[in-house]
């Protein structure tokens, strides 16, 4: 055996690694269930169809419904990540923020999911509980980082508060989710946040 292969990681394997493999496609198609029929129509019955199994297999791979559905939004948050560099310049990272409520236009039923479901994580025995909080301190964490950096080239206006800042687009962020369910023609969430955006910043976006 070279040093090479007694140095690479083995992946997993055996029953376990068939589970992951399994509860990763479960994900997938509840994503897909979701973003095409809505959190209200879409059920665990389509998406176990999806997956060739029964709704009482599908749960066996999660606590309960809730946590299915925790597990689903922290998938979609994976390919969120996907689309936001938060690595790089500040100004790209907030860019790249605006593209991502763009395709969250195109997920009503997603969007809806995680609205709702937010809300009744707010009780702290709710299985989704330390999920959402969790996702807002890692999200207020990045977007704080972003007007930090922004903040240190010039790029945001005397007395804005980076911290401050990032509290305000996340809740401006999902108040406008909420809005555009209730009456999508009425609301522009791509525009508004851009307008926000605008405001604190030096030069527009």
């Given at each position: 055996m070279t040093i090479d292969e007694t140095a690479r990681p083995r992946g997993k394997r055996g029953p376990y690694a068939k589970s992951e493999e399994k509860r990763g496609l479960i994900l997938e198609a509840a994503l897909e269930v979701f973003a095409q029929s809505g959190y209200r129509a879409g059920s665990l019955r389509d998406v176990a169809l999806k997956v060739g199994m029964s709704e009482a297999g599908l749960l066996h791979h999660f606590q309960n419904k809730s946590a299915l559905l925790a597990a689903v939004l922290e998938r979609r948050d994976d390919h969120a990540r996907d689309m936001i560099d938060f690595s790089g310049p500040g100004r790209q990272t907030l860019t790249d923020l605006i593209e991502l409520v763009r395709y969250n236009s195109?997920?009503?039923?997603?969007?809806?999911?995680?609205?709702?479901?937010?809300?009744?994580?707010?009780?702290?025995?709710?299985?989704?509980?330390?999920?959402?909080?969790?996702?807002?301190?890692?999200?207020?964490?990045?977007?704080?980082?972003?007007?930090?950096?922004?903040?240190?080239?010039?790029?945001?206006?005397?007395?804005?508060?980076?911290?401050?800042?990032?509290?305000?687009?996340?809740?401006?962020?999902?108040?406008?989710?909420?809005?555009?369910?209730?009456?999508?023609?009425?609301?522009?969430?791509?525009?508004?946040?851009?307008?926000?955006?605008?405001?604190?910043?030096?030069e527009p976006f």
């Open positions: 195109t997920i009503p039923g997603v969007v809806e999911l995680y609205c709702t479901l937010s809300a009744e994580a707010t009780s702290p025995d709710h299985p989704a509980h330390a999920f959402f909080v969790n996702r807002y301190q890692d999200t207020t964490s990045s977007i704080t980082a972003a007007f930090t950096d922004m903040e240190r080239h010039g790029q945001l206006r005397p007395g804005i508060n980076p911290a401050a800042a990032s509290r305000a687009l996340i809740a401006l962020m999902d108040g406008l989710q909420v809005q555009w369910l209730l009456n999508r023609d009425s609301v522009d969430m791509v525009e508004d946040i851009r307008g926000f955006l605008s405001a604190v910043a030096t």
